[in-house]
Nanobody
Framework: QVQLVESGGGLVQAGGSLRLSCAAS????????MGWFRQAPGKEREFVTA????????YYGDSVKGRFTISRDNAKNTVYLQMNSLKPDDTAVYYC??????????????????WGQGTQVTVSS
């Protein structure tokens, strides 16, 4: 049974930082590209970033470029999202997702095979 478990969310002031983690189990982690998405109340799920199996390629949504960094540790079956210079508009539930295409990175939620339950990030002004 595949499980993706996010952690690290919380409440932070604007300008602050948070680091999210997503621990994967039940799959061969190094054979998956990993992505982060977010969804704010009343809004559609939004692509944040993705990373391929060996971290050689990354892809960022325009709204987070230069502020967020995705990384992964295949030995720990974990993907990370370092979020800096946070803004109130970053407030959302953040989800990690796994795509069995190891090389091609996609911003389309439908392309991902497995999803975590999400972790809340709230940025106060």
């Amino acid at each position: 049974q595949v499980q993706l478990v996010e952690s690290g969310g919380g409440l932070v002031q604007a300008g602050g930082s948070l680091r999210l983690s997503c621990a994967a189990s039940g799959l061969t982690f190094s054979m998956y590209s990993m992505g982060w998405f977010r969804q704010a109340p009343g809004k559609e799920r939004e692509f944040v970033t993705a990373i391929n199996w060996n971290a050689a390629n990354t892809y960022y949504g325009d709204s987070v470029k230069g502020r967020f960094t995705i990384s992964r540790d295949n030995a720990k079956n974990t993907v990370y999202l370092q979020m800096n210079s946070l803004k109130p508009d970053d407030t959302a539930v953040y989800y990690c997702a796994a795509d069995d295409n190891t090389w091609k990175l996609t911003p389309r939620a439908d392309d991902y095979d497995y999803w975590g339950q999400g972790t809340q990030v709230t940025v106060s002004s």
